[in-house]
T-cell receptor
Framework: AQSVTQLGSHVSVSEGALVLLRCNYS??????LFWYVQYPNQGLQLLLK??????LVKGINGFEAEFKKSETSFHLTKPSAHMSDAAEYFC????????????FGAGTRLAVHP | EAQVTQNPRYLITVTGKKLTVTCSQN?????MSWYRQDPGLGLRQIYY???????DKGDVPEGYKVSRKEKRNFPLILESPSPNQTSLYFC??????????????FGAGSRLTVL
């Protein structure tokens, strides 16, 4: 069965510092991978996704993630945090074989301090 | 504007009082789904629908019902709510199935409290 593990339920960084949110997955087949962001009192919106091809994926708002098959990881990074990045971030995986759902991680809440 | 609309956004109810959370999308999406979000558990799928009159259980369907009589609407029904259904609920839709890596568009969420 597929599963997603996000290390660290809360991450705190200073404005301008590197953001690193960790995501590891387990899947019997190469999956599709997603990062979604949830701002306060809003629904989730897509940051970026990996399907096939280039393993470094760029998303919105300066975020990017790298798919590392050997490590079964899809960590999210941003070189310089901004106050507006404070939100909850969810890693998710879907099975190209046909499961009609996304499996979400538990989420990581990012706090950005001045 | 392309969107998924959920109502109500906030609801406090009592155990056993039937309620319906409506969901409507204006993107002509085939796929619709309901998730619940609980602290430390992320989002878990309740039910999904591949098209009109086609629905199936997700991971946590107990205590919920759905229907898909029209393509745009996918209501979530709690026939006899219980306190363990207190949660934040999200409706989402997508063009085609998720096996094609299609992206989900989420509603703003409905926060339900069952006393």
């Amino acid at each position: 069965a597929q599963s997603v593990t996000q290390l660290g339920s809360h991450v705190s960084v200073s404005e301008g510092a590197l953001v690193l949110l960790r995501c590891n997955y387990s899947s019997s087949v190469p999956p599709y991978l997603f990062w979604y962001v949830q701002y306060p009192n809003q629904g989730l919106q897509l940051l970026l996704k990996y399907t096939t091809g280039a393993t470094l994926v760029k998303g919105i708002n300066g975020f990017e993630a790298e798919f590392k098959k050997s490590e079964t990881s899809f960590h999210l990074t941003k070189p310089s945090a901004h106050m507006s990045d404070a939100a909850e971030y969810f890693c998710a995986v879907s099975d190209p074989g046909g499961y009609n759902k996304l499996i979400f991680g538990a989420g990581t809440r990012l706090a950005v301090h001045p | 504007e392309a969107q998924v609309t959920q109502n109500p956004r906030y609801l406090i109810t009592v155990t056993g009082k039937k309620l319906t959370v409506t969901c409507s999308q204006n993107m002509n999406h085939e796929y619709m789904s309901w998730y619940r979000q609980d602290p430390g558990l992320g989002l878990r799928q309740i039910y999904y629908s591949m098209n009109v009159e086609v629905t199936d259980k997700g991971d946590v369907p107990e205590g919920y019902k759905v229907s898909r009589k029209e393509k745009r609407n996918f209501p979530l029904i709690l026939e006899s709510p219980s306190p363990n259904q207190t949660s934040l609920y999200f409706c989402a839709s997508s063009r085609g199935s998720l096996s094609g890596a299609n992206v989900l568009t989420f509603g703003a969420g409905s926060r339900l409290t069952v006393l």
